[in-house]
């Protein structure tokens, strides 16, 4: 254990021993180049960030133990190498030290969400696109990060991520940098930014679990929360889903034979008595273009917005209680916590 009082460095020396984050460097294409080795490389920029330096400043410091400025800049903009499976393989490691820490009756889940990276001043920025804003329910410059979280309901690792531009050529601002291999990770990534969020999502999932980290659950929120994607979950990884679904007349649920609306299944289930948290649990199938698959709906009040409003949680886990499903969910805001 080291002192809390420690330097960043010494910090950051003590996690690359214990998590072996050297050994991980190769495996995930990144080797020595030039002079400077590339596990003291990332120290270095990992200390600037959590002690909120400058690098430029510390340039004109004139340290000799500080990287040169064109170094620096080749180990970023290097397109070979693989910082997700950098990352991921990192989270892995730090995952299975916490076998011995945490408890065996939490349920680790995956977490996947977005976030909107504004650069609404850019306007040379390589794949700078025009994104939806859904908070604000604008489109802004800028790209989306699709990240990728692992929460045991203690402790939250990111796993893997991704930068989105846009799937639609018209809205893409700038082209991809032509000169880029298309032999290395750089060039696939920039072809991944095309692509729609739920499908890289699916991928980034097949990544986490290929590589060993172990969830039960995958949690979203109801930007994610489509028919399709529910199933692909439940039939390619084999991982039960739980998120929050918004009311959309395209998207039908059979309940009692009959097929709703959200909001019109709402109007037709039996609520609960006074003013309890729950309102309504139903037991239905959700309908889509490529078959229909068992589901869970719960219905909570939701106190932000008035005493007759509510939201609804979807679960693909139909043995769960109401309250299960609810505990369950709560652990998705680690993501937004930690972003």
Known sequence: MIPEDAPISETLGHFFRRFHVGRLLKPAGITKQGGENPSRLLQFLLALVFTQRNFYRTLIRDDPDTPKKDTVYRFLASPRYNWRRLLLMTSVAIAQGLGTLVSPDLDAVFIVD??????????????????????????????????????????????????????????????ADPRIDKRTVGYRRRRESWQKSPDVGLQLLGEA????????YVLFDSWFAFPRLLRQIVQDRNLPVGAMVKAMKTIRYTYAGQRYTLTELYAHVQKRPGKARILAVAAV???????????????????????????????????????EVIRLYGKRWDIGVSS
Not at 129 to 151: F, I, N, P, Q, T
Not at 209 to 216: Q, V
Not at 285 to 306: A, H, I, P
């Open 114 to 175: 977005d976030s909107l990276c504004d650069r609404s001043r850019s306007q040379k920025v390589e794949l700078l696109a025009r994104v939806y804003d859904h908070g604000e329910h604008v489109y802004r410059k800028g790209c989306r990060l699709l990240m990728l979280g692992w929460s045991d309901g203690t402790t939250f690792l990111p796993a893997a991520f991704s930068l989105l531009s846009s799937e639609q050529a018209t809205n893409r601002l700038q082209p």
């Open 209 to 216: 679990h290929a590589a060993g980290l172990k969830a039960r």
């Open 285 to 323: 199938q959700l309908e889509s273009q490529d078959g229909s698959q068992s589901v869970q709906l719960v219905f909570v009040r939701d106190r932000r917005r008035g005493s007759k409003k509510w939201l609804a949680l979807i679960t693909t886990d139909t043995t769960l209680s109401a309250d």
